[in-house]
């Protein structure tokens, strides 16, 4: 996959950008217009300044060098590295949250189809018991991946149905089993704490799980998904993200905020609505891709 063309609105909302300030040298002119730079494509107030003053050091001590690798480096030194995911219990769950529309049934399915391939086995179960349509998308995304899928009926206590999955994947040996659940606000009390339900629930189900809980953030949101991750986090002990839909937006800056801010994995970024749209995230990949490089 080319990550550069995926990511191209991220790309040229940063590197063509800073092609053309730096094009007329480094100087506290074109830094300023850089600072400009750095925060349309939504770094952050906060990685922005760190960002510059780094790069002016940097640069500095490298007198005439070419600007780019320089802020490459430093960009990439600013995305903390995680030790992959590896699962200690089998079947492994994964709950999967986020609010409406993140990309989080669209994830399921693709990170199913990872382990798949992978040679594991893996059940799907829905507890997004408010729509129909919601058990529908995930079987869909199921025949056509030949991943099994664990439904209910609309309207099922989402908490029941995220105990059946649980079980049927332990009495089935699967190695893994991902829950799905409904699109929630974190301002929406009432639904939080129906979160937290299902996930104690998972835990009744089987001891120590879920053993992942993965937050699913909009890339379009920008900055702000790093708000709704920290609330998100209030209510439901979140332990890795993947952020979706980089793609369609030149807000990916933000995820540098993210990686930085957050202090929770980035595993997997969303670049597209295809079954092989979901790519391992590797800061240092990233950088290259949106800054690195020539245009
Ligand atoms: N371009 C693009 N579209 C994506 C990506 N990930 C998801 N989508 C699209 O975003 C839309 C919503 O995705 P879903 O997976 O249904 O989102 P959800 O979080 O399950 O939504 P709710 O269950 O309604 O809360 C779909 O049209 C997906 O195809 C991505 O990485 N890139
Ligand atoms: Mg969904």
Redesign the pocket.
């Known amino acids: 996959m080319n990550l550069k063309k995926k990511l191209k609105k991220s790309r040229d909302a940063l590197s063509r950008k800073l092609v053309l300030v730096f094009g007329h040298g480094v100087d506290e002119d074109t830094l300023e217009a850089a600072e400009e730079v750095l925060l349309t494509a939504d770094l952050g107030w906060e990685l922005t300044e760190l960002v510059l003053d780094r790069f002016r050091d940097e640069y500095k001590l490298n007198g005439d060098a070419a600007w780019k690798p320089v802020l490459v480096s430093v960009l990439q030194g600013l995305v903390p590295e995680h030790a992959p995911w590896k699962p200690d219990a089998e079947p492994a769950v994964t709950l999967v949250v986020?609010?409406?529309?993140?990309?989080?049934?669209?994830?399921?399915?693709r990170l199913a189809q990872r382990i798949a391939a992978g040679g594991e086995t893996v059940l799907m179960g829905c507890a997004?018991t408010y729509?129909a349509a919601?058990s529908e998308?995930l079987a869909l995304w199921g025949e056509r991946l030949g991943i099994p899928v664990y439904t209910s009926v609309e309207g099922t206590d989402p908490g029941a149905v995220t105990f059946d999955s649980v079980k049927r994947a332990i009495a089935e040996k699967f190695n893994h089993v991902i829950i799905?659940t409904?699109?929630?606000l974190p301002t929406q009390k009432g639904l939080m704490d129906e979160l937290s339900k299902v996930y104690r629930v998972a835990g009744k189900a089987m001891q120590g799980a879920p053993h992942r809980v993965i937050l699913?953030l909009d890339?379009t949101v920008g900055q702000n998904a790093l708000a709704q991750a920290r609330q998100f986090t209030e209510f439901i002990p979140v332990t890795d993200l993947v952020v979706?839909?980089?793609?369609?937006t030149a807000k990916g800056g933000s995820v540098f905020a993210m990686a930085r801010e957050l202090s929770l994995p980035i595993r997997y970024?969303?670049?597209?609505?295809g079954a092989d749209?979901?790519v391992v995230f590797n800061g240092k990949e990233f950088v290259e891709a949106i800054v690195g490089g020539d245009d």
């Open positions: 986020g609010v409406n529309g993140a990309g989080k049934t669209t994830t399921i399915a997004d729509r919601a998308q799905d409904a699109g929630r699913v890339g979706t839909k980089l793609d369609g970024i969303g670049v597209g609505e749209d979901l």
